[in-house]
C-alpha cells in the first residue's frame, strides 16, 4: 500500500498530475470543513435581533401604564405619533400639551384616555428626541 502512495505521489506526468490536484484540493475541503464545524460559532443559534425603540417604547407602555386601550390600539397610536409624516414635531409636541392637560382637568370626562394618550405622545417624542412644551 506504502508502495502504491509513493508511486502515485512521485508520477508528475498526464493523468498523475491531475489527480494529485484533485487528492490535495479534497484534503484541502476536508480540513476546511472539519475546522468550521468543530468552531463553537458554527453550531450555535442565530442571535435574534435586538428590539427596535418603537417595540421597546410599546412593551414599557403596556406593562401597566396604559389602562383604556388594548396593546393594538397603543401600537396603532405610537406608530401613528412616532411617524413624522403623520405628526410634525410641533403637532406631536401640541398633542402632548393638550392630553396632558386634560388629563390634569377635573372637569374632562375621561380622564384616564387622555392620561393614555399623553403617555403614548410621551413615548413617541422619546422615541423622536422632542422636547415637550415648557411647563409640561
Given at each position: 500500500?506504502?508502495?502504491?502512495?509513493?508511486?502515485?505521489?512521485?508520477?508528475?506526468?498526464?493523468?498523475?498530475?491531475?489527480?494529485?490536484?484533485?487528492?490535495?484540493?479534497?484534503a484541502a475541503s476536508v480540513i476546511a470543513?472539519?475546522?468550521?464545524?468543530?468552531?463553537p460559532g458554527a453550531q450555535s443559534a442565530?442571535?435574534?435581533?435586538?428590539?427596535?425603540?418603537?417595540?421597546?417604547?410599546?412593551?414599557?407602555?403596556?406593562?401597566?401604564?396604559?389602562?383604556?386601550?388594548?396593546?393594538?390600539?397603543?401600537?396603532?397610536?405610537?406608530?401613528?405619533?412616532?411617524?413624522?409624516?403623520?405628526?410634525?414635531?410641533?403637532?406631536?409636541?401640541?398633542?402632548?400639551?393638550?392630553?396632558?392637560?386634560?388629563?390634569?382637568?377635573?372637569?374632562?370626562?375621561?380622564?384616564?384616555?387622555?392620561?393614555?394618550?399623553?403617555?403614548?405622545?410621551?413615548?413617541?417624542?422619546?422615541?423622536?428626541?422632542?422636547?415637550?412644551?415648557?411647563?409640561?
Amino acid at each position: 500500500m506504502l508502495a502504491a502512495i509513493r508511486s502515485f505521489w512521485s508520477g508528475e506526468r498526464g493523468a498523475a498530475s491531475t489527480r494529485k490536484g484533485f487528492v490535495l484540493a479534497a484534503a484541502a475541503s476536508v480540513i476546511a470543513m472539519s475546522s468550521y464545524l468543530m468552531t463553537p460559532g458554527a453550531q450555535s443559534a442565530p442571535r435574534a435581533a435586538p428590539p427596535t425603540a418603537e417595540a421597546l417604547a410599546l412593551a414599557r407602555l403596556t406593562e401597566g401604564q396604559i389602562r383604556s386601550f388594548d396593546e393594538a390600539t397603543v401600537a396603532r397610536r405610537l406608530a401613528m405619533f412616532a411617524d413624522p409624516r403623520e405628526f410634525t414635531e410641533t403637532q406631536l409636541r401640541n398633542a402632548h400639551r393638550t392630553w396632558s392637560r386634560r388629563a390634569l382637568d377635573g372637569s374632562y370626562g375621561q380622564p384616564d384616555l387622555a392620561a393614555d394618550m399623553a403617555a403614548i405622545a410621551e413615548a413617541a417624542m422619546g422615541m423622536r428626541g422632542v422636547r415637550p412644551h415648557n411647563g409640561i
